[in-house]
């Protein structure tokens, strides 16, 4: 069959263009912090492997996603997949935004290093804000759209459960940390219910996302608004839990060894802070998923 391109004018549409924006400025933003030296890095080796292996993820997986997108876009070959194209540039572009916006705050405040001022990890955090900028341009240009255009992703639902999603994701690395340093842990049930309730809401997430993207709502068992208020609502009970947990460690910072003191309080006051937003963030879908709910109950 004929490959079909982007007309002349097409190729200047805001879309093209910030998409050109994500690309390459996520490729700089990788290949800057893959070519830093040692003594660029935090001197301090508590969290940073892995901070700074989530952060090369979270760049390349976006960076390579984009560009498929991009291409499909350009020979207009998006029409061919079994997804929601509408839905599925709607997720990524608002998930590579709350995600690059996470990386943008991680790498500067774990991964470089902040006695000395080196060019090349300033010029790789600059370059990570860019790339926050341009999945948050996009995100504005595909919410401006119409509903039917942006599909239910760009609803208030659905960014509501790419907020979720985006929750869960925050708490791998935070996790894994957690694991590390278990010997040095008082209570580790505490870490355990809450790596529980964690990866949970993480799968109910990523179900929902696939569903929603490959058009599956009308081969589930039941009601598709149903399932999603029962995920919500299973979110909100396991959130909750480890909200509570999340401030109960926080209450116990003191009794952690000095040489931990600061380093585990930076990770429990972001779990924290994470854990509150996404506790936020079910509620609130659980309050919509309701309000349906009832609204076609009395239709």
Request: charged share 15%.
């Amino acid at each position: 069959m004929p490959v079909i391109v982007l007309e002349a004018r097409d190729f200047a549409s805001p879309l093209f263009l910030v998409r050109t924006w994500e690309v390459i400025s996520g490729c700089v933003t990788f290949s800057l912090v893959d070519s830093l030296e040692e003594s660029e890095l935090n001197k301090d080796p508590s969290y940073q492997s892995t901070f700074r292996i989530f952060c090369m993820f979270t760049w390349c997986f976006f960076f390579t996603l984009t560009l498929l997108i991009h291409i499909l876009s350009i020979i207009q070959f998006h029409s061919l997949l079994p997804i929601s194209w509408k839905n599925l540039t709607m997720t990524v572009a608002v998930f590579g935004a709350l995600m690059c916006l996470s990386v943008s705050v991680i790498f500067p405040w774990i991964i470089i290093e902040h006695e000395r001022v080196f060019p090349r990890p300033m010029a790789a955090a600059v370059a990570s804000c860019l790339t926050f900028l341009a999945y948050a341009s996009e995100s504005c240009v595909l919410c401006r759209q119409t509903h039917e255009q942006r599909g239910y992703m760009g609803s208030k639902p659905g960014l509501l459960k790419i907020l979720q999603l985006w929750g869960g994701c925050q708490m791998i690395p935070l996790f894994v940390e957690a694991i590390q340093d278990l010997p040095n842990r008082v209570n580790s049930w505490q870490l355990w219910v809450s790596g529980v309730s964690y990866g949970i809401c993480i799968i109910m997430s990523v179900v929902t996302v696939v569903v929603i993207l490959g058009d599956f709502a009308g081969q589930c068992c039941l009601p598709f608004d149903r399932f999603l208020a029962g995920f919500s609502l299973i979110g909100v009970l396991l959130y909750m839990v480890a909200t509570v947990i999340c401030f109960t460690k926080i209450l116990e910072l003191r009794d952690f060894r000095p040489i931990h003191q600061q380093t585990s309080a930076e990770m429990v006051i972001m779990e924290t802070v994470i854990a509150s937003i996404t506790l936020l963030a079910f509620t609130v879908d659980l309050a919509f998923s309701i309000k349906l709910l009832c609204d076609r109950s009395h239709s």
